[in-house]
């Protein structure tokens, strides 16, 4: 697994949740939210982090947020190894079901575009590997996390699991969630009430399980990732929040 991967498996491991369908519009995110993260290996902070939707798009005739999550090296980490990562989605801002995805990595000599278009009319994706049958709801991992957003989590029980079927390279995969309780956390951005989950990486799937993950999201409607942390072959991981602005709800998971 690429250092890029560990950082975007970080950000948006709680993307491998579930689906289940929404009956009405998601009111967690909207146009102009923007999140800033460190990304730490140890104690070095090895990169950041930004997650954004800049606007409106439109794909296959359906209203979309653009979204993009970007993942740089520092100046000091590109000398060892440099990292310039870009993925982006496009969610239906009524379904919150994803219309297309985009990852475009760049890591030392590595480079990699992979582009998926989902036909939800027609239960399809088309790639530049061909066209594959999709279920209903499909996600990509960016979809997800941000449909995970839209979650109401006050009546989940400690160990209850929830499932996603998460679309990549051809192939679906179902994964599971378990949630996991609550805790206070303290990053840059503050201190913040949270909710935690961890999800159940099996092997086969879009990553390969090299340790527990845990996702730390704020307490609050917008369900913002505050912590994510993992465990990696080489040590450990963790993507802290820096930076928000232009969230959809006020912020009333920070408690300072």
Not at 206 to 213: A, D, T
Not at 230 to 246: F, H, M, N, Q, R
Request: proline share 3%.
């Amino acid at each position: 697994m690429t250092i890029g991967k560990n950082i975007f498996l970080l950000i948006f491991g709680v993307s491998f949740l579930f689906s289940q369908k929404s009956e009405q519009q998601q009111r967690a995110f909207a146009v102009g939210e923007k999140l800033v993260f460190d990304v730490n290996f140890g104690f070095i902070t090895a990169g950041y982090a930004e997650m954004n939707i800049p606007q409106l798009d439109t794909v296959l005739g359906a209203t979309t947020y653009k979204v993009s999550f970007t993942v740089r090296s520092t100046p000091t980490f590109d000398l060892f190894f440099e990292v310039r990562d870009r993925y982006e989605t496009y969610i239906d801002t009524a379904t919150t079901v994803p219309w297309k995805f985009e990852q475009h990595i760049k890591e030392g000599k590595f480079k990699r575009d992979y582009v998926a278009v989902f036909d939800h009319r027609n239960n399809k994706a088309l790639t530049d590997e061909g066209e594959f049958a999709i279920p209903a709801d499909v996600h990509d991992i960016m979809s997800a996390f941000y449909y995970a957003r839209t979650i109401d989590y006050s009546k989940f029980k400690i160990g209850q699991r929830v499932h996603l079927q998460n679309f990549f390279k051809g192939k679906t995969n179902p994964l599971d969630v378990k949630y996991l309780g609550k805790q206070k956390v303290e990053v840059d951005a503050g201190t913040f009430n949270c909710i935690i989950v961890e999800p159940m990486v099996k092997e086969g799937g879009l990553f390969k399980s090299e340790g527990r993950i845990l996702i730390w999201l704020s307490d609050d409607e917008n369900k913002i990732p505050v912590k994510v942390s993992t465990k990696v072959v080489i040590g450990s991981i963790d993507a802290e929040l820096k930076e928000y602005s232009g969230l959809r709800n006020e912020m009333k998971a920070k408690i300072k």
